[in-house]
T-cell receptor
Framework: GAVVSQHPSWVICKSGTSVKIECRSLDFQATTMFWYRQFPKQSLMLMATSNEGSKATYEQGVEKDKFLINHASLTLSTLTVTSAHPEDSSFYIC??????????????FGSGTRLTVV | KQEVTQIPAALSVPEGENLVLNCSFTDSAIYNLQWFRQDPGKGLTSLLLIQSSQREQTSGRLNASLDKSSGRSTLYIAASQPGDSATYLCAVVQTGANNLFFGTGTRLTVIP
């Protein structure tokens, strides 16, 4: 089945620095990937839709300049948290869908990245 | 806007018991519905996918049903095991859209 790899699985950074999270589709091409944020004991909140070769679409309330998304290839999307602050500490998860199997399979998720800003 | 709700928020059952998790959604114009499992601090594992034209899907001890007209789905787990302990999330894809709308999740604990 479709596999999505997310890296790193956890990261601790100092306040004011930037952190990049990678999301790769390993065995399929993903023209669209999605970035979610999850607070403790809460459900997933869609942050943005990443489109290969074009600008990401951000959900209302999500700062574009804070969360930079780049989807430069059909297998890689990156989320960069710029000038991170403690309130950015969260669990970030990406997902993608194999467009060639769109009816048969649903969405595949990465293993998530735990970001802690100190 | 689509809203997805899951009841109960938490459930604790003894090992071996059969159980049902509920998911409801406000807009019935969905493309499909997907059930996921999430272990603490981990990503999501897809359990079952039901297309809007389907009524149910089965995988092992899991059975998911879909009643699109009433905006409901259930996940039935037979003969529960401690390893089933996790948070279960349902999510829908709206017709004509790409992204998932997630429910609030049910945290299941199966007691040995």
């Amino acid at each position: 089945g479709a596999v999505v790899s997310q890296h790193p699985s956890w990261v601790i950074c100092k306040s004011g620095t930037s952190v990049k999270i990678e999301c790769r589709s390993l065995d399929f091409q993903a023209t669209t990937m999605f970035w979610y944020r999850q607070f403790p004991k809460q459900s997933l909140m869609l942050m943005a839709t990443s489109n290969e070769g074009s600008k990401a679409t951000y959900e209302q309330g999500v700062e574009k300049d804070k969360f930079l998304i780049n989807h430069a290839s059909l297998t890689l999307s990156t989320l960069t948290v710029t000038s991170a602050h403690p309130e950015d500490s969260s669990f970030y998860i990406c997902s993608a869908r194999d467009g060639s199997r769109r009816s048969r399979d649903g969405y595949t998720f990465g293993s998530g990245t735990r970001l802690t800003v100190v | 806007k689509q809203e997805v709700t899951q009841i109960p928020a938490a459930l604790s059952v003894p090992e071996g018991e059969n159980l049902v998790l509920n998911c409801s959604f406000t807009d019935s114009a969905i493309y499909n519905l997907q059930w996921f499992r999430q272990d603490p601090g981990k990503g999501l594992t897809s359990l079952l996918l039901i297309q809007s034209s389907q009524r149910e899907q089965t995988s092992g001890r899991l059975n998911a049903s879909l009643d699109k007209s009433s905006g409901r789905s259930t996940l039935y787990i037979a003969a529960s095991q401690p390893g089933d302990s996790a948070t279960y999330l349902c999510a829908v894809v709206q017709t004509g859209a790409n992204n998932l709308f997630f429910g609030t999740g049910t945290r299941l604990t199966v007691i040995p």
